[in-house]
């Protein structure tokens, strides 16, 4: 994001054919030039934020968005071009339309997590671990029976990190296929797990759906459940934090 950016520069190549790359950024550090690198409409629905925190997050994640997959594009962010699904999910347009490299974002509570592919869909979500005193009815209405059934099963110890996990999965399904809420979030379940991680996808009661989607949990900071989904296998995962002058990162490879 220039040299005065706090962040370290992504400099990579694009994922090859089955890899995923996934970035961490914290949203905290707003510096005034970031809001320079957004286009019209970006700058636009900042200014429809009513408090200037969440304003402030959402022109640091755009801008980071931006620098990422300029990166990977050898182009100035701010000359990058977006177009949005039905949705609002975000694709490259323009000049990159055919560079096609896939992406999807996700804030909650000053973090934000980016994924990155070439040639499928892919959708990610991170959530702010939090109380929510409503959180059986929203298991009722939103979840499928096998998840309510998991759900029964589980000691009250758990059941809080067992639901964001849910959750997030089930959020970052959605928004890979780019229906959003428009297809009904208990009618798929994602509560069968494969070697502690990896989820198994199962759309009204088909099993077979879930060798065309491939789920991970994702470990982001401490607080903060997270999954990305992704259409076909799983491939190699890189995660990378950005922080700093250098990022963390570390790679794991599924099988």
């Given at each position: 994001?220039g040299n005065?950016?706090?962040?370290?520069?992504?400099?990579?190549?694009?994922?090859?054919?089955?890899d995923?790359?996934?970035?961490?950024?914290?949203?905290?550090?707003?510096?005034?030039?970031?809001?320079e690198?957004?286009?019209?409409?970006?700058?636009?629905?900042?200014?429809?934020?009513?408090?200037?925190?969440d304003?402030?997050h959402?022109?640091?994640?755009?801008?980071?968005?931006?620098?990422?997959?300029?990166?990977?594009?050898?182009r100035?962010?701010?000359?990058l071009?977006?177009?949005?699904?039905?949705?609002?999910?975000?694709?490259?347009?323009g000049?990159?339309?055919?560079?096609?490299?896939?992406?999807?974002?996700?804030?909650?509570?000053?973090?934000?997590v980016?994924?990155?592919?070439?040639?499928r869909?892919?959708?990610?979500?991170?959530?702010y671990?939090?109380?929510?005193?409503?959180?059986?009815?929203i298991?009722?209405?939103?979840?499928?029976?096998?998840?309510?059934?998991?759900?029964?099963?589980?000691?009250?110890?758990?059941?809080?990190?067992?639901?964001?996990?849910?959750?997030?999965?089930?959020?970052?399904?959605?928004?890979?296929?780019?229906?959003?809420?428009?297809?009904?979030l208990?009618?798929?379940?994602?509560?069968?797990?494969?070697?502690?991680?990896?989820?198994?996808?199962?759309?009204?009661?088909?099993?077979?759906?879930?060798?065309?989607?491939?789920?991970?949990?994702?470990?982001?900071?401490?607080?903060?459940?997270?999954?990305?989904?992704?259409k076909?296998?799983?491939?190699r995962?890189?995660?990378?934090?950005?922080a700093?002058?250098?990022?963390?990162?570390?790679?794991?490879?599924?099988?």
């Amino acid at each position: 994001m220039g040299n005065s950016s706090s962040y370290s520069k992504p400099v990579e190549k694009t994922p090859v054919c089955g890899d995923i790359h996934i970035w961490w950024a914290s949203l905290d550090e707003y510096e005034p030039h970031y809001k320079e690198l957004l286009s019209a409409d970006e700058r636009t629905r900042a200014e429809r934020f009513r408090f200037d925190k969440d304003r402030d997050h959402f022109i640091v994640c755009r801008a980071i968005l931006r620098d990422i997959l300029g990166s990977y594009l050898n182009r100035e962010p701010h000359t990058l071009e977006f177009s949005y699904g039905k949705n609002g999910k975000p694709s490259l347009n323009g000049v990159n339309e055919s560079e096609n490299i896939d992406f999807n974002l996700s804030q909650s509570g000053g973090q934000a997590v980016y994924a990155v592919t070439r040639g499928r869909d892919i959708g990610v979500d991170i959530e702010y671990i939090r109380y929510i005193p409503d959180m059986q009815d929203i298991i009722e209405r939103y979840f499928s029976a096998g998840e309510k059934g998991v759900f029964k099963s589980l000691p009250e110890a758990v059941r809080y990190m067992t639901f964001y996990k849910f959750w997030t999965r089930k959020e970052a399904f959605i928004k890979a296929t780019g229906d959003g809420l428009s297809f009904p979030l208990d009618k798929f379940d994602v509560s069968k797990l494969s070697g502690g991680s990896a989820g198994q996808l199962i759309v009204n009661g088909d099993t077979g759906v879930s060798s065309h989607w491939y789920i991970q949990d994702l470990n982001p900071v401490s607080g903060f459940a997270a999954a990305v989904v992704v259409k076909g296998p799983a491939g190699r995962i890189r995660c990378r934090q950005l922080a700093g002058e250098s990022g963390r990162e570390s790679l794991v490879t599924v099988n």
